[in-house]
């Protein structure tokens, strides 16, 4: 059973850019959440989305974004990227009872 | 505003001996979580609590909640190496979907 994929591994941007980040859950997974990871901040909550539904939004600035596909798959995106918005994104999926969430790799974003 | 606390925040032990790292939060939860990262790796579940008393255990490591002191415990028994990385416990709150973690315990075991 494959796990939680997050494409791509590794993302340095300058600042200014914008970047989309993507997560394919495990199949039959439909809920799907994002964290941030820095040695400041540690781990903190974007979004959770199910069945095309954000459900839960951390507290983000706008710029952090995101949505969920009909095939569960979910991206985010983040514009005009700060120096602080370099950090790992974290991935997970769920089924629907959440009873435990399994992480992908992540994506490591460096903002320069 | 939930919080959740660990301690502690860093552990050197030498190999073989106990120690428990303790997670406390301040809100009403009975779903708690245990996860191990690795430097630059990402999170693997290690116990998942969902009920006042339960007792989890799998090989050296054994988790317990206690949902009325809003407390739970990650004890190491006899530790090894291999047991080196950061120890975040997490709680799940009704209703709201998301995980508060705590700020995590990186363990180091001396050989």
């Known amino acids: 059973k494959a796990g939680v994929t997050q494409t791509p591994r590794y993302l340095i941007k300058t600042r200014g850019q914008q970047v989309t980040l993507s997560c394919s859950p495990i199949?039959?997974?439909?809920?799907v959440s994002w964290y941030q990871q820095t040695p400041g901040q540690g781990l903190q909550f974007l979004f959770e989305?199910?069945?095309?539904?954000?459900?839960n939004k951390g507290n983000f600035p706008g710029r952090f974004s995101g949505r969920q596909f009909s095939n569960s798959r979910s991206e985010m995106n983040v514009s005009t990227l700060e120096l602080g918005d370099s950090a790992l994104y974290l991935c997970a999926s769920s089924l629907a009872d959440r009873l435990e969430a399994f992480f992908g790799q992540g994506t490591r974003l460096t903002v320069v | 505003e939930l919080k959740v606390e660990q301690n502690p925040l860093f552990l050197s032990m030498q190999e073989e001996k106990n120690y428990t790292i303790y997670c406390n939060y301040s809100t009403t939860s009975d779903r708690l979580y245990w996860y191990r990262q690795d430097p630059g790796k990402s999170l693997e579940s290690l116990f998942v609590l969902l009920s006042n008393g339960a007792v989890k255990q799998e090989g050296r490591l054994m988790a317990s909640l206690d949902t009325k002191a809003r407390l739970s415990t990650l004890h190491i028994t006899a530790a090894v190496h291999d047991l080196s990385a950061t120890y975040f416990c997490a709680v799940d709150i009704p209703g709201t979907y998301k995980y508060i973690f705590g700020t995590g315990t990186r363990l180091k075991v001396l050989a």
């Open positions: 199949s039959g997974h439909r809920s």
């Open positions: 989305y199910f069945s095309e539904t954000q459900r």
